[in-house]
């Protein structure tokens, strides 16, 4: 019988191998292609967190991330002409993912003894790494560089998270603050379109 | 005195290398990105799976890689002119390759103990993720995302190595048997030019 | 009190740092991305340094690092305008930071047991890979392998290092001959425009 936990864990890493494949799918990917590159996205950001933090990756030690990527390509090959009118839900879904996966991050560091602000990057990785290797493999500058907050919200969550822990909030609480926070700081930006400010380079220093 | 999978194992290291070199050459690389690209391509997914495997990298262990890489580059420069003529004779050396550190990797990950997906897995980067590295260093889309079946046919020869070992066949039998189907998917799949189906999303979802 | 080491091991962090923002800025990120790319260049190389030789990533054991590339970011946004006519003081910068963090990684790799090649190589991946990964997440062709001489200052010095180990001249004298060899092979390179031969492949092969 899955935990509540278990259930978001497993819509967050649907949510986020949806995103790879149908990134994947707008490059002419062939199914194995897509299916790699949206299993690159759901647990590449805990792999590296794993491998930091010197423990086994999670996919190896449990197959549900296989089938849950598994389930994401049939979805997209099955329903593909119709993803583009659920693109609220597919936002809501990545959301819900990229919190739970912060709050995952944060709390495994934090178990093993590491320091907040390893914490708090540890969550970050966790949410936002994933999305960074999909856009590295198809070959584009990652988009959460440039676009709207998205793995700010994930080190505005983790240090809610870390104040709760600091405060003697038990798991849960800790939890449901830091993945709310997350949660909450992603949609609002997304919905009044707040962005960080951007440098302003000389145009031409890249081509040096 | 090397043994036969030793030596068949130079030969991989080899062929890899030189694939790697020959697409750093035309990117324009001087002889040490050459170098680099090569051993990348040679020693990458292997590094990614004892990495995973919490391992020490199989090349840290052994110079001959280095070695191997180094002869790669000197065959590049010397006969460069003449490798155009010899596709075949590279096209069969890689496919030797892939085979062979397929089976080497799925061997490793069933002796530590574990299940026959992450078996299969670990089989599949130790083949097929150097290619990728490869790739994204000299900024390319990786090819094995698109092109006729590569790294399906290292999940197809894992699952056979798998069943040998399931049904109690001794470790010559399982390499064999695993090394065999992954070279003929391979071939077959070039000579008849077999692609998986590619996914047909919206042409500008990509540009979002 | 920090050592003279640390001292310098901050001023290369920083000059690090500062080069990925720079790179950062070109390229439109955000406050956040630049933040990012800054560390990923101060640290990346160290910590694919630690995670193959299974030690914990330097920077998860000691913030400065974090505090460093924030100093740097804050002084990029300051400054920003006037980077430019400050070119010369950051190369040395920069050649700083590359010699000291190839005697950080060689003699790591040294007393960790592991042999004079490994030792070389752990040497490059410190002072050099960092530049990569940046290079690979602003989507462009890693630079280093096509300018002048860079990651080869890296091997040079990791030599002289580990000839002085094997000499047995104490570790001060190592990394201080070490040190100064990637300093004045980096300075000489520039100051005379020394490259490496670059392969001459058939142009069209990167098309295939």
């Given at each position: 019988?899955?935990t509540f936990v278990?259930?978001?864990?497993?819509?967050?890493t649907f949510?986020?191998a949806?995103?790879?494949i149908?990134?994947?799918?707008?490059?002419?990917f062939?199914?194995?292609?897509?299916?790699?590159?949206?299993?690159a996205?759901a647990v590449?950001?805990?792999?590296?967190?794993?491998?930091l933090?010197?423990v086994?990756?999670?996919?190896?030690?449990?197959?549900?991330?296989?089938?849950?990527?598994?389930?994401?390509?049939?979805?997209?090959?099955?329903?593909?002409?119709h993803?583009?009118h659920?693109?609220?839900?597919?936002?809501?879904f990545d959301a819900?993912?990229?919190?739970?996966?912060t709050?995952?991050g944060?709390?495994k560091?934090?178990?093993?003894?590491?320091?907040?602000?390893?914490?708090?990057?540890?969550?970050?990785?966790?949410?936002?790494?994933g999305?960074?290797i999909?856009d590295?493999?198809?070959?584009?500058t990652?988009?959460?560089?440039?676009?709207e907050?998205y793995?700010?919200?994930c080190?505005?969550?983790?240090?809610?998270?870390?104040?709760c822990w600091?405060?003697?909030?038990n798991?849960?609480?800790?939890q449901?603050?830091?993945?709310?926070?997350?949660f909450?700081?992603r949609?609002l930006?997304?919905?009044?379109?707040?962005?960080?400010?951007?440098?302003?380079?000389?145009?031409?220093?890249?081509?040096k």
């Open positions: 019988m899955p278990q259930i978001l864990d497993f819509i967050g949510a986020f949806v995103s790879g149908r990134l994947a799918s707008a490059k002419r062939d199914w194995f292609g897509a299916y790699v590159c949206g299993f996205v590449g950001g805990g792999t590296i967190r794993d491998v933090l010197d086994t990756p999670a996919w190896m030690t449990n197959p549900v991330y296989l089938v849950c990527t598994g389930l994401a390509l049939l979805w997209v090959i099955v329903f593909g002409r993803i583009v659920m693109n609220n839900t597919l936002f809501t819900i993912g990229l919190a739970l996966f709050v995952v944060c709390g560091a934090l178990d093993l003894g590491h320091p907040f602000w390893v914490a708090i990057i540890m969550g970050s990785l966790t949410g936002a790494a999305g960074v999909r590295v493999l198809i070959n584009e990652p988009l959460i560089f440039r676009k907050i793995a700010m919200a080190v505005v969550g983790g240090t809610a998270y870390w104040a600091e405060l003697g909030a798991g849960v609480v800790c449901a603050v830091g993945g709310a926070t997350v909450v700081v949609v930006a997304v919905r009044f379109n707040i962005c960080l400010p951007t440098l302003s380079g000389p145009e031409d220093e890249g081509k």
